[in-house]
Nanobody, 125 residues
Framework: QVQLVEYGGGLVQAGGSLRLSCAASGRTFSSRGMGWFRQAPGKDREFVATIASYGTSTYTDSVKGRFTISRDNAKNTVYLQMNSLKPEDTALYYC???????????????????WGQGTQVTVSS
């Protein structure tokens, strides 16, 4: 069982930055691929970024060049640095973990077993 807790959401003006953190419980963090997803009101949950246990990352096109995913396996934490934020980035952001041993990155939400409670990001224009 893995518990994920996200931090760092908030209200920011367009063009600003936020850094989301996701702390994972347990001792298997380093063997899991991790991801960030988001869901805006009235929309489906969508992939944002993912990172393998060995550091390879993938991003959805709309955030490339603006967002950076990283991880610190010693701290059981994955981060999402968000720069040049836009109003369309407004959403509830979720951290997710793949099953133990699935250490590659994945863009598919159905390949993640554990989810955090979400942290709200609101970007004003």
């Amino acid at each position: 069982q893995v518990q994920l807790v996200e931090y760092g959401g908030g209200l920011v003006q367009a063009g600003g930055s936020l850094r989301l953190s996701c702390a994972a419980s347990g001792r298997t963090f380093s063997s899991r691929g991790m991801g960030w997803f988001r869901q805006a009101p009235g929309k489906d949950r969508e992939f944002v970024a993912t990172i393998a246990s060995y550091g390879t990352s993938t991003y959805t096109d709309s955030v490339k060049g603006r967002f950076t995913i990283s991880r610190d396996n010693a701290k059981n934490t994955v981060y999402l640095q968000m720069n040049s934020l836009k109003p369309e980035d407004t959403a509830l952001y979720y951290c997710a973990a793949r099953p133990t041993g699935f250490n590659s990155a994945s863009t598919r939400y159905d390949e993640y077993d554990y989810w955090g409670q979400g942290t709200q990001v609101t970007v004003s224009s």
